[in-house]
Structure formats: C-alpha cells, structure tokens
DNA sequence: ACTTTCTTTCAATACTATTTGAAACTTCCG
DNA sequence: CGGAAGTTTCAAATAGTATTGAAAGAAAGT
C-alpha cells in the first residue's frame, strides 16, 4: 500500500469512527486530514483534498477549533489563515474526553439529580427511584474519574491504570 | 414532579442521550422504559406507552437483546413475551463498554496496524507514521484497559481508580 | 389442518442532519 | 476610499436515517 491510499484509507475509517461518537463525518475527515498532514492547511487545501465545499470547510474547522483539537496559524507574509491539528494524541484524548463529559454526562447528572427524590410508595415509583440514585452514583463516579484523568494527564492515568489491572 | 411526569422526563432525557452516541432514539427509550418498569412490558405496552409503532418496539427490542441489555421473559399461562430490562446499573455499563469497544475501538485498532508501516522517507511520510504508531499504541493501551476493566467489574475498576486518583 | 394470536420483515414515507453555493461581510492594502 | 482576497453565514437542496403499517411468517391451541 502507499501513501496516498494509506491516507485515503485513514481519513476515511477516521470519519466513519467519528459518525459513531455522534460527530459528523466531514468534521472527522477534516481532523483526520490535519492530523497527518505536516504542514499547516489552508481552506483552499482541505476543500480540495477532501472535496468539499467552503461553507463545509469552514465550519467544521470552527468547530474543530472549538473543541481545541485545531489552531489556526498564521503565515508570515500570506494574508489567508492555515490550520494545523494537535498531534499529540494524548492531548486530543484529553480535549475530545473533557468536551463530551461536559457535553453529554454533566447535563444527564444534573436530570438524574432533579430524578432522584420522586415520591410514591408504590412498586413503580420505588422501582424508578432505585433506578435513578443507581445511576446518579454510577455516572458521579464516571465523571470524577474522568475529571481527575483529563486534569492529571491522560497518558499518566492510561499508563498507572493498565498496571494496576495486569 | 409526579412519577408520571419524571418518568417522561426521563425517558426522553435517556433518549437524547443515546442520539449523542449513535444509538438511535426509540432504542434508547424502550430501553429508558423498560428500565424504569417494576414489572417486565409486552410489545403492546412497550407501543402504547411510547406511541411507537408495531415493527418500530419490535426491532429496537431485538437490538436491546443484542446488546444484552434486555432480556425476554415468558409468564406462565401467557402467550406473548415480554421483555425485561437489566437493572444492574454496573452489569448495563460492562455491556455498553464491551459492545462499543467490540464495534468501534476494535476495527479501529486493526486499520491502524494495518496503517503503521507505509514506506516513505518524505515528511509527509514521516507524519504519517507517527501518527498512525501513536495512535495504535494509545488505542491498544485504551483496549486493554476497557477489556480488564470489563472481564473483572467495572464497579471494581471504577471504585479503585477513584480511590488511586484522590 | 385450520384459526387465532403474536412476531418479524420490508417497501414506502416521514423526518433529521449535512452539504452546498452564493451572497454578505471583513480585512488588508495601494 | 475602492477593490482584491479571504472568511463567514444561511436558506435551499441533498443525502441519510428512522418509522410506519400492512403483509407474511411462526407458533400454539382446537
């Protein structure tokens, strides 16, 4: 296999990837593509590579930028912005981890909190309370742990974690 | 908040957050339903209190059982099934965790050792292969750590990495 | 073997999300 | 200031997914 196929090949299994985490594939095609790119990328480069459009270019790089998996860089002497990924995969461990627990798990702790004290006697509301107050206490437990691995260091809590488990 | 009216909240709250993951909405809230409920649901129930159709309940409760996350129950002296949800919060996580890393973490892995040796002595070729050897080491690490965690207990490992991590 | 009751399938339809492309906007420079 | 070069926005078009409902299939009882 060669390069450019190997690269076609990334780019694409990195977007079907991120459709599966709920992240759209354009935008994972555009991180797939800056990740192993070397040099910083202009709009103009990414619509081409990957063709797209500019509006989708664009946004996605936005939102690439917004989740700090992407800066932009400036050139000396070009007026046009490029665009260079994070390549130290811990770090975009780090930032996509932080991103989702803030996105996706603090807003379920804060509806499961709200749950947890729904009165009634009946086996239905003794059954739902248990529900909630079970997962209140699992997805608590989930966000410290992810809290203090994304705060720490990723790489360090990887590492401490598969030794702990040999 | 009554229990009618928490128990909506939290089937649709259940719902939304399955969207974010690529589990499509009814699946998640038959499952929100089913998790909630003292007694095990037939298809009807499932249809009439969601006010989903016939084939819709039908096929999302298969795919919970593929999950593992439902089971079918037979009552003694009833034709139809009906199906019961996993309450164990931890054993529903285990399920979860093993599922996504089966379907996604695991061909990922693949691709990427697939990807780490591609000739090359430009820069671009260089990136490349550091990438993909980066990302391989990082998703192996992640797939021994999720497969321990799995075959022991995740309330185990969740419970002793928050101990280590205060 | 027929009827009843329930389950499963699948083509048509409805719904949602993504992408485009062109217009509006911004910035820089002579 | 005027215009060239680039960026951003957003409504419309397209593509992708989920849902329905009716029909076919199974299983159980008579």
């Not at 076609?8 to 299994?13: G, N, P, Y």
């Amino acid at each position: 296999m060669d390069l450019k196929e190997a690269r076609e090949k990334f780019i694409e299994a990195w977007g079907a990837f991120g459709s599966a985490w709920g992240i759209n594939r354009s935008m994972a095609q555009v991180h797939a593509l800056l990740l192993i790119s070397h040099e910083p990328l202009s709009t103009e480069d990414v619509m081409e590579q990957l063709n797209i459009s500019r509006g989708n270019a664009n946004m996605n790089m936005r939102a690439l930028i917004d989740w700090s998996l992407v800066r932009r860089v400036l050139k000396s002497g070009e007026r046009r912005e490029f665009f260079e990924a994070e390549k130290d995969v811990w770090k975009v461990a780090t930032h996509i981890t932080r991103e989702r627990k803030k996105r996706e798990l603090e807003p379920l702790i804060r509806l499961l909190d709200e749950l947890e004290d729904i009165p009634g006697a009946t086996a239905e509301a003794k059954s739902f309370r248990k529900m909630t107050h079970d997962l209140h206490d699992l997805t608590t437990r989930l966000d410290t742990l992810l809290d203090h691995s994304t705060r720490r260091d990723v790489q360090w809590f990887v590492k401490a974690a598969t030794t702990l488990l040999k």
